[in-house]
């Protein structure tokens, strides 16, 4: 059986995808790059997925423990509230789409050199792949390493990779890579075409040699709300008109219609082979995807060990199925 795992993304958010990890790699003894054959991830999810499968010094990849402590240190400094322009972009074809960025690249690329170091995605220890979009040319784009074929963008550093897949507009500057055959490109947050990658996971493992035991999908959500706002409106624009009202439900349809048509789709193909695990965000716990404060953590956190008691049964089940090869 091919074992996909797929992570969504949001942010600090990400910290309850890796609770949920570092609970089935407790009750398995393995590191969960020993227990999938392919990781795929967007935005925050494309990170740890480049975590989990990166070789530290040629050695083992991170385990998702290890990664829970990374992501507390990193959160504040990553979030802290610049002047309003982040970095001041060199005049060039990414500068319009740097302009007015929320905070600094600089604290998030050193957090992810530190991480990752030098690594290339064709080291990485199982195929992974994470996702982006390219502002220059409206694609939306993936980097691939592991084993999988290489994609349009080459084999790039992880760090750039996750820098990409996680440069949200608005809130990082688009991050500037030229690929192979020479075209410059304006990469950002790999959530606007796909904040569930599974359907892309899913694809790229269909790609990969199995066997006749099928696919097993495992796809980690990072929580959701039911107070929670579109990217684009904030909470105080949505409440000054009944017409922008409407229009944040629009938005509501826009970014979650697609995905939710994807998952019912996986079931279909699937059944009990894909495995969708979510958190309902516990109440007071912020939405958004950038809130590092103290309190809002330790939300995400109860959030996260609810989600695990609540996927008690299932947790179960794969705890004793992904093991097996």
């Known amino acids: 059986m091919l074992r996909i795992l797929s992570i969504d993304g949001g942010g600090v958010r990400g910290i309850i995808p890796i609770i949920w990890l570092a609970h089935l790699e407790k009750r398995t003894g393995r590191r969960t790059a020993e227990l999938f054959d392919l990781i795929v991830g967007t935005s925050v999810g494309g990170m740890i997925a480049l975590a989990l499968t990166c070789p530290r010094g040629g050695g083992a990849p991170y385990s998702a423990r290890e990664l829970r402590s990374l992501n507390f240190t990193s959160a504040k400094s990553i979030f802290q509230r610049g002047h309003g322009q982040g970095d ?45 979009c390219d502002l220059a040319h409206t694609q939306a784009l993936h980097f691939a390493g592991g084993g999988l074929d290489q994609s349009v963008l080459g084999d790039a550093p992880m760090a750039l990779a996750g820098r990409a897949t996680g440069s949200l507009p608005r809130f990082f500057p688009a991050v500037p ?63 000054d008109t009944a017409d922008l009202q409407a229009l944040s439900r629009d938005f509501a349809m826009v970014f979650g219609g697609p995905g939710q048509l994807m998952r019912e789709g996986l ?34 956190l109860g959030s996260a060990e609810k989600m695990t008691l609540d996927t008690a049964g299932e947790l179960r089940r794969l705890a004793e199925l992904l093991p097996r090869k």
Request: charged share 15%; hydrophobic share 40%; no cysteine.
């Open 267 to 300: 079931h279909q193909i699937l059944g009990e082979d894909y495995v969708r695990i979510q958190a309902r965000l516990l109440p007071g716990t912020n939405h958004a995807s950038n809130d590092a404060g103290a309190k809002n953590i330790l939300g995400l």
């Open 88 to 132: 001041l972009p060199a005049p060039g074809p990414a500068a319009a789409s740097s302009v007015g960025s929320m905070y600094p690249a600089q604290p998030l690329q050193h957090f992810l050199e530190e991480v990752l170091g030098g690594t290339r995605l064709s080291e990485a220890v199982l195929p992974v792949a994470v996702t982006t």
């Open 177 to 239: 890579y030229t690929d192979p055959a020479g075209r410059a490109r304006e990469l950002v947050d790999g959530g606007l075409a796909a904040d569930d990658p599974a359907l892309v996971a899913y694809a790229l493992g269909l790609s990969q040699p199995r066997d006749d035991d099928g696919v097993l999908l495992v796809s980690l959500g990072t929580g959701t709300s039911g107070t929670s706002v579109s990217l684009l409106l904030s909470s105080e624009q949505t409440h």
